[in-house]
Structures are given as C-alpha cells and as structure tokens.
C-alpha cells in the first residue's frame, strides 16, 4: 500500500485526475492518432545507426588482421587465410586475430552502453516535461557525432583507440535503447491499452528490426565493394535527413508541461523510474513488474550483446564466412523472424495469454542456441536461425505486458527505467560474452551459446512461475486503473 507521503513524492507519476485514459487525451491533435510518420523516422534512425554496426565490426577485424601482416583481410576476393584449416600457424594467427578483435569490440560496445545508463533517466525526464520530440533530437545527435568520429578515423587511418570516443558521444546522449524508449512512449501516448497497445508493440519492433535487416544487408555489400568510408559516410547523411524530418514532420505526442510537478534534475528523476519495482498499489503489481524487468532485460541481452561473438564466430574457422555471406544471413534471418513472428503473435493471441508466450519464446530460445553451441557446419547455422524465430517475441511481449502495468502519467518513466536497466546489462553481458568467447576459442568457441541458453533456462522458470502466479489475475488482460494512493 502506497502511503500519503510516498504518493505525495511521485505524485508526477500518477495522473492529475487519478482516472486512467484508456484512449489518447483528447488535447492531442488528430492526426497524432496515426503513428505512421513516427514509426518511419525512427525506421530512419535504425538504419543510419545499424549501418555503423557491421561497418565497425569489419573495420576492426580487418585493422586487426593487418597488423598480423594480413592487409584487406574482409575485402580480399582471394581464397581467405582462413581456408587454411589444418594449417597449425595459421590457425595460431586466425585465433589471435579473433582474441584482439573481440577484445576491441567488446570493450567499444561497453563503453557506448555503459555511458549510457545515466543519461538515460535525464532523458526520461525531459521526455515527460519537454516533449518526446527533444528526447529523441538529443539521442539522433548524439548518432551523428559517433558517425563524423568514425569518419575522421576512417579518413585518416588513425588508431583503433580513437573509435572509443565516438561510442562514448553516443552513449551520453543515450544510445539505441532511448531511440527505442521514445518509441514506444510516443506508441503508448496514441493507443489505447490491451491488446491493440500489445499487438501495436510488436509491430513497431518488427518494423525497426526490418530498418535493422535491411541496414545489416545493405552494409556487407556496401563494404565489400565500396570499403568503409563511402558507407559510413551515407549513414552519417541519412542521420542529417532524419534530424530534418523528426523537426519538420513529427508531431508532439506529449507538449511541454509547464505544471510538471518536477522542477529540475534530481536524484527524485532516478527514483521515479524504478518506484514500480519497490512501492506496492492497491493492483499488487510490484512483484509482476520485477518479474517482467528481468525477463525483458536478461532476454534483450541474450538476443542482442551477442552481435560481436556470432560475428567473429562466423569469421573464424570452420565456417570461414565472409562479410557479404554474414550480412545477407543476418539480414534475412531479422526479416522472417519478424514476419513469422508477428504474425504467429497475431494468431496466438486469441488462443494464448501474453505470459503463456514468454515461456514458448524461452523454450524455443534455449533450443536454438544450443544448437548454435555445437554447430560445426553451415546447415547448423541455418537450423539455428529458423528454430529461433519465435523467441525475438519474449521482449515485445514483455514490455507490452509492462506497459499495460503502467498509467500513462508513468509510461515515461516507466519505460526510461527499463531502458537504463537494458543499458546497464547489455554493457555486463557484452563484457561477459567476450571473455567466454575469447577464453573458449581454442577448445569450444560455441561455449558462449550455451551460456545464453543456460541464462534463457532461468527466464523460463521465471516466466513459469509469473504464468501460474498472474492465472487468476485479470484473466487474459492485464488492463489496470492506476488511482493515486491515500
């Protein structure tokens, strides 16, 4: 039960009236009831930023080679050094090559996902009393200074060490997952709660992972022929584009608030974020929330901070794939799972309660990954990636479900705390994935796999117990009248 003091200091997440709008307020424009403008510039932004994505990846792997004495390691239309498979030296420089460029990459995506986690609550609270708008313009800068970073270094062939700083930019200014938070805000600042809100989610993530298929395809094609400057370079002016379009063309889900009850920046901005998960309402919602929090935390990491390993695994031997292959894999894969997906949700969903769907993504997750970790042929691979598609629905599932927990004075705030908690794991569990990685290479590189499916078992269990846990409550929906306590 929240007492009068505890509701009195986060009174700004509870709505003024203490009614709950299961609709779009009625002061928002009408054509604000269409997101389609919003989900098509944050689709841009997708593609700017996942196009660095590959780009680095590649370039760091190829300067790394270099420095063995192997120059144009990604671009070399010659038989690799890597088809030298009984080769004992070579094999000796194939693996030191991949311990060097795990180590970069690891720590480069640390240090943007890191950097990020506090700027990510100033950036929830600006969203709520600013405007959504300036949240994303902050984190669509931050993009393109990461991107002119590159860019100099690429121009000048400078030392692997200046990348650092661009990834730095990018994560005080919030990285990906704000892009992703001020999405879904702006989503669930227009649409009602239940499932249209839930079905809505998974749409939006399907359209940014197909921004993210296509960036990812376009990139390995783009290296390969044009090498790493003209792709960046096309990026950084799609991430100018996108700034023109977010300025001019999309509206404000949520103007300024003048009244807002928060004055300034304070310690109270870190504390409203996450007063879900420690203050109990009347609804006994706050253990069903740490639930859903670490189901959609560990899982988004599990699916996500693995970028680097799969990449390198797929470079080293036995499979020797190179970057075009790798790109078009990658990119195809993103495109079914989201297609099948999504609409295996659509179906599901008169037939299945949202928490029964964690546990069958869990389960085929743990499936999938496992048979990554063994793999030793390409069919392996491919049997991986078609057995994984449905577990890419445990995280639009969750944070609908957490979306529906929450008032719509708290979506702000509520989804700026998740995405620091996804900031601050992924950061953990890119550092964790690289070590295993580079300290099982010589005896089972696919050790890394079945770590994420030992991690993907435990959100099981956890999903098992919210589903036997959340059957009598509210049956099928989880729509909930959030009211100001007393």
Same mark, same amino acid.
């Given at each position: 039960?929240?007492?009068?003091?505890?509701?009195?200091?986060?009174?700004?997440?509870?709505?003024?009236?203490?009614? !709950?709008?299961?609709?779009?307020?009625?002061?928002?424009?009408?054509?604000?009831?269409?997101?389609?403008?919003?989900?098509?510039?944050?689709?841009?932004?997708?593609?700017?930023?996942?196009?660095?994505?590959?780009?680095?990846?590649?370039?760091?792997?190829?300067?790394?080679?270099? &420095?063995?004495?192997?120059?144009?390691?990604?671009?070399?239309?010659?038989?690799?050094?890597?088809?030298?498979?009984? =080769?004992?030296?070579? &094999?000796?420089?194939?693996?030191?090559?991949?311990?060097?460029?795990?180590?970069?990459?690891?720590?480069?995506?640390?240090?943007?996902?890191?950097?990020?986690?506090?700027?990510?609550?100033?950036?929830?609270?600006?969203? =709520?009393?600013?405007?959504? @708008?300036?949240?994303?313009?902050?984190?669509?800068?931050?993009?393109?200074?990461?991107?002119?970073?590159?860019?100099?270094?690429?121009?000048?062939?400078?030392?692997?060490?200046?990348?650092?700083?661009?990834?730095?930019?990018?994560?005080?200014?919030?990285?990906?997952?704000?892009?992703?938070?001020?999405?879904? /805000?702006?989503?669930? =600042?227009?649409?009602?709660?239940?499932?249209?809100?839930?079905?809505?989610?998974?749409?939006?993530?399907?359209?940014?992972?197909?921004?993210?298929?296509?960036?990812?395809?376009?990139?390995?094609?783009?290296?390969?022929? &044009?090498?790493?400057?003209?792709?960046?370079?096309?990026?950084?002016?799609?991430?100018?584009?996108?700034?023109?379009?977010?300025?001019?063309?999309?509206?404000?889900?949520?103007?300024?608030?003048?009244?807002? &009850?928060?004055?300034?920046?304070?310690?109270? /901005?870190?504390?409203?974020?996450?007063?879900?998960?420690?203050?109990?309402?009347?609804? @006994?919602?706050?253990?069903?929330?740490?639930?859903?929090?670490?189901?959609?935390?560990?899982?988004?990491?599990?699916?996500?901070?693995?970028?680097?390993?799969?990449?390198?695994?797929?470079?080293?031997?036995?499979?020797?794939?190179?970057?075009?292959?790798?790109?078009?894999?990658?990119?195809?894969? /993103?495109?079914?799972?989201?297609?099948?997906?999504?609409?295996?949700?659509?179906?599901?969903?008169?037939?299945?309660? !949202?928490?029964?769907?964690?546990?069958?993504?869990?389960? /085929?997750?743990?499936?999938?990954?496992?048979?990554?970790?063994?793999?030793?042929?390409?069919?392996?691979?491919?049997?991986?990636?078609?057995?994984?598609?449905?577990?890419?629905?445990?995280?639009?599932?969750?944070?609908?479900?957490?979306? @529906?927990?929450?008032?719509?004075? #708290?979506?702000?705030?509520?989804?700026?705390?998740?995405?620091?908690? #996804?900031?601050?794991?992924?950061?953990?569990?890119?550092?964790?994935?690289?070590?295993?990685?580079? !300290?099982?290479?010589?005896?089972?590189?696919?050790?890394?796999?079945?770590?994420?499916?030992?991690?993907?078992?435990?959100?099981?269990?956890?999903?098992?117990?919210?589903?036997?846990?959340?059957? !009598?409550?509210?049956?099928?929906?989880?729509?909930?009248?959030?009211?100001?306590?007393?």
């Amino acid at each position: 039960m929240m007492t009068k003091e505890g509701s009195d200091e986060h009174s700004s997440l509870l709505r003024e009236n203490s009614v !709950d709008r299961s609709h779009p307020p009625a002061d928002i424009p009408r054509r604000l009831m269409c997101p389609c403008i919003i989900e098509i510039t944050i689709s841009m932004y997708f593609v700017a930023n996942v196009i660095t994505v590959p780009i680095s990846q590649f370039y760091v792997y190829n300067q790394v080679a270099k &420095s063995y004495g192997i120059p144009n390691y990604i671009r070399n239309d010659e038989a690799s050094i890597c088809d030298n498979k009984n =080769d004992s030296e070579t &094999s000796d420089i194939i693996n030191n090559i991949q311990k060097e460029a795990s180590n970069q990459l690891m720590y480069m995506s640390f240090v943007s996902s890191f950097t990020a986690v506090i700027p990510t609550f100033f950036l929830g609270y600006v969203s =709520d009393r600013w405007g959504r @708008k300036v949240s994303f313009l902050i984190t669509i800068l931050g993009l393109l200074l990461h991107q002119l970073v590159y860019i100099v270094v690429f121009y000048l062939e400078a030392p692997l060490a200046y990348l650092y700083i661009g990834n730095a930019l990018e994560g005080i200014t919030g990285y990906m997952s704000c892009a992703i938070m001020t999405a879904f /805000i702006m989503l669930a =600042d227009v649409t009602p709660p239940g499932k249209q809100r839930g079905f809505r989610i998974a749409v939006m993530e399907g359209v940014l992972a197909s921004s993210v298929g296509l960036a990812i395809m376009g990139g390995g094609f783009w290296i390969k022929y &044009s090498g790493f400057l003209i792709p960046m370079l096309c990026s950084t002016g799609l991430s100018v584009v996108t700034i023109i379009v977010w300025l001019v063309a999309v509206p404000e889900t949520r103007p300024f608030r003048e009244n807002h &009850s928060q004055s300034g920046i304070s310690i109270n /901005i870190i504390k409203r974020c996450f007063v879900f998960y420690y203050e109990e309402t009347t609804q @006994k919602r706050r253990g069903k929330m740490v639930a859903l929090l670490i189901i959609l935390v560990m899982t988004a990491t599990c699916l996500t901070s693995k970028s680097n390993v799969t990449t390198l695994f797929l470079l080293g031997q036995p499979f020797c794939w190179s970057e075009v292959h790798i790109s078009v894999v990658n990119s195809l894969q /993103i495109f079914i799972n989201w297609i099948v997906g999504i609409a295996f949700l659509r179906l599901i969903q008169y037939w299945m309660r !949202d928490v029964s769907l964690l546990s069958l993504g869990c389960f /085929i997750g743990i499936i999938g990954f496992v048979t990554l970790g063994f793999a030793q042929y390409d069919w392996m691979i491919y049997l991986y990636m078609v057995i994984v598609t449905f577990s890419v629905l445990v995280v639009p599932v969750s944070r609908s479900m957490l979306s @529906k927990l929450v008032s719509s004075e #708290e979506q702000g705030a509520m989804f700026a705390g998740v995405a620091a908690m #996804e900031h601050l794991v992924s950061a953990l569990g890119g550092l964790l994935f690289g070590e295993i990685y580079k !300290d099982s290479l010589t005896f089972l590189p696919g050790l890394v796999f079945l770590v994420i499916a030992g991690l993907l078992l435990i959100i099981l269990i956890l999903s098992a117990f919210l589903n036997v846990w959340m059957k !009598d409550w509210h049956g099928r929906e989880m729509d909930i009248t959030i009211e100001a306590e007393s």
